[in-house]
Structures are given as C-alpha cells and as structure tokens.
C-alpha cells in the first residue's frame, strides 16, 4: 500500500490481513459496516460512487487515512459491483462477538480473519453469476510428458485444466502448437492462472483475467495432495491421472480453489480429460465474425445462440452454450446427438410432456455446490427437493426412448432415498432465503423442535393456565403481570391472606405484593430461551440435510448432467419444428452441399428472406462477387453457420444438407484495427488471414470476405490472387471468397476448382434492385455509386463520381484518348455548379451535327426535335450503365 496506515490495534490486524492478501481489495468488517481503508478506499468510493471519509487520531496534523464503507447486509451488491469491475474482494469477517473478546481480557480487540476470497473464477452464488453462462477458473501448464519441440521457445503442447466450481465440473485438454488462442475463446474463463515462464504466450490474448501465483502451487508434490484432498482418494489413477503434467495442472486448479475458498471445495467430478481434436476449431476472429454466442454488444439476442435457446433450464442453456462455442468434429458423436433430436422432433408429444417435466427442475449442480461450501439457504434445499420429485416421471417419459435419451433416463434415478428424506424435512414452499430466518424445518420431523415451536406459539396459553393453577391452589384472586424490569410476576393484593410457602416475594408496591414461583421462573426461562433454541436447533438439523447432500453428490451431479442433456436436446428439436428445419446428412468426405439454404438468425427475423444453395468439395473455391448491400456476407456467413448448426447436432435452415465434418472454420469477414496492440486495420487483416493459410487444412472451411481491401488497389489485388491461388492448390480445402477485385475472376479460367459466383441485382428506371439470389458467373460490376445513392449521399457528389467512375474505367482500357480524358479530371479542383459531368442527348447530338451541311429545311427539322427532347427529360439523362 503507499498510504500509511495509523498504528491503533485494529488497524495493525488491519495490516496484517491486508498484507496476506495485496492484490485484492479488503473489506474488513467493523460492527454492522465493511469499511476500506487506504488506497483500497480510494478506489472504492470510485467504482461504488459511495462517500470517501478519512480514519483520523489524536496526533497533531494528522491528516488521517482515506476510508469508506458499506453496510454489511447490502454488501453482495457491493461486491459484485467490485467483481465487475475486474477487482478481487477478500472479506474479513468477526470471529467472535464484543462479549467474548472481553471475557479474554487484555486489549479486548476482536479477532477477524479473511473468510472469503471473492475472484472471477471462483463465484458460487446467483447473485454474482449469469444463470445461462458459468464463470470458469483456469490454469494453464506446459506439458512436460511430451519432448520439447526443437527450435522454438513454446512448449511442443500445452495442458489446459478448468474449472466451475458453481457446478463442480472439470476438464483437462492437451493442445497443440496454436490450438491456445481459439480454445480460450471457446471456454467462458473468468480467470486464468499461469506460471511466470508462459505468460509470454498470452501477449495480446487475454488481459486481466490472468492471475500470478506462488510457483510452489506448480510442484508436483502440491498438486498431487490437493487432488487427493479434494477427492477423497488414496490414488489418482482412477481419476485418469497418471501422467505428472496432467497432475500438476489439475492439481495447481484444485490448490488454487482451495486458496481462494478457505480449505472448502464442493464435490468436483472426475476431470473431463481431452486430448485428440474432437470439437470444431473457431478462433477468435471467426467467433466474432459470425456472432456465435455473443453479439457486438455483448448480448445474445440476434446470435446463433438466441435463435437456439429454448431450454427451460439454465443448466440447459449453460450446455446449449458449449455446444454451439464447441461443435462436434467427430461423425458417431454428431449422430449421436442428432439422433436424440430426430427422436423428440419426430414426437412433438414426448417433447411436449418432456418441456413439461423440467419445468419443476431447478439448477442442482449449483444448489448442490452452495450447500457443500457452505453458502447454502433452504431454498437450495427445496430446489433438490423439487427436482427429485420431479424425476420418477421423466425417467417414465425416456425410459424406453434408447440412444442419449435413454442412457441419461438412467442416470436420473439414485435420489429417491434424498428426495424421501428432504420431503419430510422441508416445510413447504416458500421457504426462507437465509437461514437465521427459521421455519424450514417441517412440523413432526423433530421432536424437540415441534417441542420449543410449541413452546413459543402457546406462550399465553401456558402462561393463563398457570395463573389458573395458582389462584385454583391457594384460594386467592392472583394475577399474572408483566414487565420490563422484573419480567412475569403473580400480582396479589395487600389485603389478602396467608399465601403459599413456594411464592418467593419479589416486590411491594403501595397496593399490593408481587411473587414468583419456581414454575413461573422455569417457564419464563424457556419462553426466553425457545426462540435462539429453535434456531440452533433448525440449523444442527440443516447440516444433516447437507450432509445427507454431500452423501449423495455422485448421483446429484449425474441427475444435473442428465436434466441439461435432455433440456438442450429438446430445445434444438422445437427449434427445429418451429421453423421447419431438415436433418443435415453428416459424411467423413470432403462434400458440402445446401440446397435452398437460409441465414438461421436474419432468417427468423426477415420473412421474405431469399434462400441459395452452395455446393463444394474440397480444393473447391467460390469466387463471389456483386454489389454491395447485395448479400455476399450474409450468404458467406450463412455457409458457415450452417456447417456449425450440423456438426453440433441441430437441424439446419434448408430443403437439403449434406456436410462433411470440418476439422476448423476460418472466418474473415469485416474490418477492425486493434490500436491497443499498435496494429491497423489491414495488420489485423494480414494477420488473421496468414493464420488461416498457416492453419487450415483440406478439411477446414475458409469463408473470406474482400481480402486486400485495406492497402493500395493493386497490392491487395495481387494478396488477394495469392491467396486464392495458395487455397486451391496447395491447401485443398473448401472457400468461400467475396471480393470487388473482378479482375480475379479469370482465375476460374486457369485454376481448377474455381468457379464464379455473383449475387444478382437489376437496374430499373435507373435504380438498383437486389435480388439478393445467388447465381453461376461473375458479376457485371460492383454497382458503388448506385448504392452510395441508396444511402443518401447528396447527388452532386453521386454525379461527380459517376464522372470519375467513367474516366477511370476508359483509362483502364488503355486508349491513348481515354488517357488523356483521364488527365483532365482534377480530382483536387472543386467542379463549377450547377455539376454535368455527364453528357446529355442533346450535347452528343450537337456536336455530332455538321451545321454547315445542314439545309434551312434539315436545321429547322432539328431545332424542333431537340426541342421536343428538352420537354421530355426523362429521355435526356443517359444511364450509368450506358
């Protein structure tokens, strides 16, 4: 910190724990506030618009420390405004009250200590995470098991492990030479952890997600013991971790869990191990270029991914997710999957009762986790309660259905045991938010809580019947008071009689005697004392339910990955039923063919939209071109969308579909520079253009779109030719290629395997219509100027470069007058107004005209017929395309 902090003891403990966690912002708790001291609270009052104060002593001049606070019960709010803003949180709690620190004696500081350790990848809580997107922490680590690759400062593979620890689910990847950049891009990391040695190799990929630690969780021997502690095992075969790298990335996962969670970890599964390419390959670009599960403004409406959600659950949107970030690139698992969907799309009914049935459901992996952090309500509770219900008539619906449906029907049975028991336990719904709020525990299933319920809710009514036993006994007219300073008392006139020996003599006022009994004392102490006795009675019988949770966590986490299986697979088939999709074929060959094949997201919003169909194979390369607005990126895009839809196991927008499985899509599509990295926009082109010749292979699909764009005419012409021919020849893969160099299309002529495409359009009464259809041939030009007129350019600048388009286009024909016309087009020279660059009917039929061979009679016949061309103007303008 480089502000001082004053010397008082609780700001020394302040210290202390400060110092145990520098690099995270301190909330340290201070009665009913968490307060921020330092350059902690600078920050704060900043990001959390609240009152910046200052802690000041006695000392003369002291100036004070800059502090600010929140109220302990609003502070969730707080720190997910924190978390937001790329902060960690370490929240230092009391662990004792005043009380107790005064029974130690001494200073009678209260001891606090960190409880919590709030990161990006660590967050298990509603309130912190998005229900349909997890948070994922990371870690990445050379792979040591392999030999180094010779030449070259990167390790041969990497090992990627992760982790959500809301759901406790684990995967492990090996990845090769430049597999790094488009598999982060694949995975929702909140935060990555990587040894000091790689760090290089995240230059310009990912910013403050990456967290520095302590090289010792990379020990071997670290990471081993954090994997037996966290599973519970004596080996780490079973778990398939034999190899020592494997170990030493899932174990530095599972240490660094640990760290940020205070020892706690909720029951994690056995790793997901991954190290053959069985997902499509998208990078980075692509994902973005094609508005896959995110759009430019970082929402999913009007992404691949909106138009396919249609889970009940959010666990099934979670898995939906994955699925569309990472297709499959294996055919048996692709019709697999889409077997399953064939199934409930073939029987709208099953799929009807199935949408039924997960309604009831609730989000079980996270509920479950909650509970065995520690963090757990009674409404995680009644969640696993709920669904448990709700299984024995999903198991009846797919019991019988076979293939994905039927292998995770089985998995749903194994919590009846926990449902029996949370059904008994559980008061019905609602049930509290918090704990300290009681009344979750249902009446009968605990004796001794039904008891002091009792206790509490007859409290008049033992009270009376005491005063009746008491006047009944001794004869006389008693009367049961109460107040503040001596509690319950029998209150008796100063006239009356003898009374019993067991009233003790409390008080005397001016009219009359007040007594206590020892019953009347024993009762006044349990009423007392019911209230705080049901609550810890209610929270011993709350660690029995999570530790009957804990005892089922298996089966829980089998029941969770059952429900978002089947909630993901049911939502592609009502998509598929609601805008009358077709079942793709899936082949291991080279084949590509749409037929009547439509944009799956502008489709469902644009009616009329224009269906085309694309045929390739590969060393195949479509060549299109036509004018802008025309639809050239929407029917690039489209081609790869589709390819993604098939091999995720979806239904596709066509009549007819035949794919085989790509190994990777590249997409370049648009323009963009990253100033961050010092790079414009036609860097960021070259660059993402030489990953895809670098990457691709005979099984990828490329889909360019106006390559070359950024630089000189003629330099990104002959990057563009090169590109083209280097794809065709050498790669061998399937191209998609949009361009307004139409001197390329002679490539369809000395390469084989290219062929000409254009988007139509047609020019009527001197306006472009778009057609929006795709068709065999090149394209007759790109139609600029007409579709600048479209959008509103004012028309002397339409007219003055309709003038230039014509002069460029006659110096490029090479004619010695063209070039001379050329040279007298100033392009610097502002034109005289009103602007007629281009010659009227009238104009040309002058100075056609030989005056001085014309007869009196030929001239006036003249004069009358240009005459009728000035009355009729529609008949003066000569077209662009004239």
Same mark, same amino acid.
């Given at each position: ?15 202390? &724990?400060?110092?145990q ?8 708790r ?14 704060? @009052?900043?990001?959390? +618009? ?15 420390t800059p ?6 019960h609003a502070a ?18 009391q662990?004792e009250?005043p009380?107790?620190?005064?029974m ?9 200590g ?10 298990t809580?509603d ?5 349909k ?6 870690v ?5 098991? #392999?030999?180094?690759?010779?030449? !070259?400062? +990167? ?16 995967g ?13 891009a ?20 990912v910013?403050?997600k990456?967290?520095?630690v ?5 020990a071997?021997s ?5 994997l ?19 170990i030493?990335?899932?174990?530095a ?6 760290l940020? *969670?205070m ?26 270029s ?6 430019? @403004?970082?929402q999913r409406a ?21 699925w569309?970030?990472?297709?499959l ?6 019709l697999?999957?889409? +077997? ?7 029987n709208p ?12 459901t ?17 409404r $995680? ?16 619906l ?8 039927g292998?995770h ?5 194994g ?8 059904t008994?336990?559980?008061?019905p719904d ?20 039904? !008891?002091?319920?009792s206790?509490?809710? %007859?409290a ?18 008693v009367?049961?008071?109460? %107040?503040?300073v ?5 209150e ?7 009374i019993?020996?067991?009233w ?7 009219t009359?005697?007040?007594y ?18 049901? #609550? *810890? ?8 339910l999570?530790?009957?949770?804990q005892?089922?966590?298996v089966?829980?986490?089998q ?6 299986t089947?909630?993901?697979?049911? =939502? ?5 039923q609601?805008?009358?999709w ?5 082949? $291991?060959s ?36 036509g004018p802008n607005? =025309?639809?050239?990126?929407t ?11 098939? +091999?995720l196991?979806?239904?596709v ?7 085989g ?7 370049r599509?648009?323009?963009a520079d990253?100033?961050?990295a010092?790079? !414009? ?15 691709a292979t ?12 950024g630089?000189?005419?003629?330099d990104? /012409? ?7 021919? $280097?794809?065709?020849?050498r790669?061998q893969?399937? @191209?998609l290629?949009a ?12 390469l084989q395997?290219?062929? %000409?495409?254009?988007?139509t359009?047609?020019?009527?009464? $001197? ?6 259809q795709?068709r ?6 790109s139609f ?14 339409? #007219?003055r470069a309709?003038?230039l388009? %014509?002069?460029?286009?006659?110096a ?18 502002q034109p005289?107004?009103?602007l ?6 009238l ?10 061979g &014309? !007869?009196?009679?030929?001239? /006036?016949?003249?004069?009358?017929q ?7 103007p ?9």
């Open positions: 910190m480089s502000l001082a902090l004053p010397t008082t003891p609780v700001m020394k403990q302040y210290a202390e &724990l400060k110092a966690y520098p690099h995270a912002m301190l909330m340290f201070m009665g009913d506030f968490y307060e921020l001291f330092a350059d902690d609270a600078l920050v704060a @009052s900043q990001v959390l +618009q609240i009152t910046l104060t200052r802690r000041r002593t006695a000392r003369e001049g002291d100036e004070g502090m600010c606070g929140v109220p302990y969730e709010g707080y720190i997910g405004k924190l978390l937001s803003n790329g902060h960690k949180v370490a929240l230092a709690e662990l009250t009380e107790a620190a005064k130690r004696g001494g200073s009678a500081l209260v001891q606090r960190v409880v919590r350790l709030f990161t990006p990848g660590t967050l809580e309130a912190y995470l998005d229900a997107r997890p948070s994922l922490l990371a990445l680590a050379a792979d040591t098991d #392999q030999p180094p690759q010779q030449a !070259s400062h +990167q390790p041969q593979r990497l090992i990627l492990a992760w982790l959500d620890i809301s759901t406790g689910e684990v492990l990847r090996g990845l090769g030479a430049g597999q790094l950049a488009h598999t982060l694949a995975l929702p990391i909140g935060e990555l952890v990587v040894p000091a040695d790689l760090q290089p190799l995240l230059e310009g990929i910013a403050r990456l967290v520095s302590q090289p010792q969780l990379f071997e670290t990471a081993r013991a954090a037996l502690r966290a599973y519970k095992v004596t080996e780490l075969a079973g778990l398939g971790l034999t190899e020592p790298a494997r030493v990335a899932v174990g996962l599972v240490g660094y869990a640990e940020t *969670q020892g706690a970890l909720p029951s994690l599964r056995p790793p997901q191990v991954q190290l053959a390419q069985t997902h499509l390959q998208l990078d980075a670009a692509t994902r973005k094609l508005d896959l599960t995110e759009s430019p @403004s970082g009007d992404t691949l991914l909106g138009v396919l959600d249609e889970t009940v659950t959010a666990a099934g949107g979670r898995l939906l997710a994955r569309v970030a990472e297709p690139a294996q055919v048996v698992p692709i697999a999957r889409q +077997q399953a969907v064939t199934t409930l799309f073939e009914t099953l799929r009807a009762a199935l949408r039924s049935g997960l309604q009831p609730g989000d079980v992996a996270r509920a479950a986790s909650r509970l065995m952090l520690g963090r757990g309500s009674p $995680d509770l009644g969640l696993l309660r709920n669904t448990g219900q709700a299984l024995p008539n999903l198991y009846d797919l019991q019988t259905s076979g293939g994905l449906l292998s029907a089985s998995g749903l049975n919590l009846s045991t926990l449902t029996e028991l949370l008994r336990a559980l008061a609602p049930l509290p938010a918090l704990v300290r709020d009681g009344g979750f525990i249902a009446a009968g299933f605990d004796a001794a809580l039904d !008891s002091l319920r206790l509490q809710a %007859n008049q009514n033992l009270l009376a019947e005491l005063e009746a036993t008491e006047a009944t006994a001794s004869g006389l007219p009367k049961l008071r109460y %107040n503040q001596w509690g319950y008392y029998l008796l006139g100063k006239a009356s009689a003898t019993p020996s067991h003790v003599h409390r008080q005397t006022t001016t009359s005697h007040r206590s009994t020892p019953a009347l004392l024993a009762l006044e102490r349990d009423l007392g004392n019911a209230a705080a006795q049901a #609550q *810890q009675c209610e929270e011993a019988l709350l660690a029995t999570v530790a009957a949770v005892a089922h966590s089966a829980l986490l029941v969770a990955e059952a429900l978002a089947m909630d993901a697979l049911q =939502a592609l088939a009502e998509v598929a609601t805008h009358a077709v079942a793709p074929t899936l082949e $291991d080279g084949a590509l063919e749409l037929l009547d094949a439509k944009h799956p997201v502008v489709a469902t919003r644009v009616p009329s939209f224009v269906a085309n169909s694309v045929q390739l194979e590969s060393g195949h390369l479509w060549l299109l071109t607005m =025309a639809g050239k990126s029917f690039l895009r489209q081609t790869a969308l589709l390819v993604i839809l098939a +091999q196991g979806s239904y927008p066509a009549s007819k579909a035949v794919v499985v790509a190994d990777a899509i590249f997409c599509v648009g323009a990253n100033l961050a010092g790079q !414009s926009t036609f860097m960021v082109e070259m660059l993402e253009t030489a990953a895809i010749l670098n990457r005979a099984q990828s699909l490329v889909i360019l779109d106006e390559l070359g764009r630089t000189a005419t003629y990104g /012409l002959a990057l563009a030719w090169a590109c083209t021919e $280097d794809l065709v020849q790669v893969c399937r @191209s290629f361009t307004h160099y139409h001197e390329l299309t002679v490539l369809a002529d000395q395997g290219v062929s %000409n495409h254009q988007l359009v047609k020019v009527w009464q $001197d306006e472009l219509v778009f057609l929006h795709v065999e041939g090149a394209a007759q030009g600029g100027v007409q579709v600048a007129k479209l959008a509103g350019v004012p028309g002397a600048v339409v #007219q309709q003038a388009l %014509n002069g460029f286009e006659a490029a024909k090479g004619g010695k007058q063209a070039v001379a016309r050329l040279d007298s087009l100033s392009l610097f020279t005289s107004a009103p007629a660059a281009m010659p009227s009917v104009e040309q039929t002058l100075r056609a005209t030989d005056v001085d &014309l !007869s009196p009679r030929e001239a /006036l016949a003249m004069l009358y240009l005459k009728n061309q000035l009355n009729a529609s008949q003066v303008a000569v077209a662009a395309k004239d």
